[in-house]
């Protein structure tokens, strides 16, 4: 896990307040995957992107979430009006090309939901 | 829809027998694997992967089988330690060009909770 920074470790919000979770991937990786993690169940992909582009969000809420990876910068998974279902460990995992089956990953965000 | 399945949440093992831990899954297309290993609080790490034209992938204590025509793979630990004691994901990749962009993203089983006891 060495490299893939996530931030913050835990995040507490309130219902229907926002949530910014950050994902700065190791050095050399231009590829990042979101996977989140509900209570009880596996990890869920969520999205992937490349620098500046969103390559496949096909594991993304409808609603409310959006994904971002800037030139410059971390990449940003954002929750607008969070519920108490987005409850979950969130994951970030990186790779230096799109076709690595091996990620590394974050120690994720705990984000809990009130 | 679980298309990687991990049947059981839990195994406990004693310390320097081997661990075996199982992993079905149902799509054919499935052209690579991986194994998974995750500590509490911690992101998964990496452990062992094969491919689907192996058969068998060894990397010192873990060895990880594929038998396709059964849609089944295995890892076995042996000798099992103590440190080995976390959750353990199988996980499953289709060919790129199944996915947007040719990305390599992942399915996961929902993983076995390893304890090797002293």
């Known amino acids: 896990n060495a490299g893939v920074m996530q931030n913050p470790r835990h995040l507490v919000r309130r219902r229907g307040q926002e949530a910014r979770l950050r994902c700065s991937p190791m050095?050399?990786?231009?590829?990042v995957y979101w996977y989140r993690q509900l209570p009880e169940e596996g990890l869920k992909f969520m999205v992937y992107?490349?620098?500046?582009?969103?390559?496949?969000e096909s594991g993304m809420p409808k609603e409310r979430f959006s994904a971002e990876f800037p030139k410059e910068g971390p990449s940003i998974l954002r929750i607008q009006q969070v519920v108490r279902g987005d409850s979950a460990a969130y994951f970030c995992?990186?790779?230096?090309?799109?076709?690595?089956?091996?990620?590394?990953f974050g120690s994720g965000t705990q984000l809990s939901v009130l | 829809d679980q298309q990687v399945k991990q049947n059981s949440p839990s195994l406990s093992v004693q310390e320097g027998r081997i661990s075996i831990l199982n992993c079905d899954y149902t799509?054919?297309?499935?052209?690579?694997f991986l194994w998974y290993k995750k500590y509490p609080a911690e992101g998964p790490t990496f452990l062992i992967s094969?491919?689907?034209i192996k058969d068998k992938n060894e990397d010192g204590r873990f060895t990880v089988f594929l038998n396709k025509s059964a849609k089944h793979l295995s890892l076995h630990i042996v000798p099992s330690q103590p440190g080995d004691s976390a959750v353990y994901f199988c996980?499953?990749?289709?060919?790129?060009?199944?996915?947007?962009?040719?990305?390599?993203?992942?399915?996961w089983g929902l993983g076995t909770s390893l304890a090797v006891n002293p």
């Open positions: 995992a990186t790779a230096p090309g799109q076709y690595n089956e091996k990620l590394f």
């Open positions: 050095k050399g990786h231009s590829h």
């Open positions: 992107l490349q620098k500046e582009n969103i390559i496949d």
């Open positions: 799509n054919s297309m499935f052209d690579y």
């Open positions: 094969i491919s689907s």
């Open positions: 996980a499953a990749s289709l060919p790129p060009s199944h996915n947007a962009g040719n990305n390599r993203k992942l399915i």
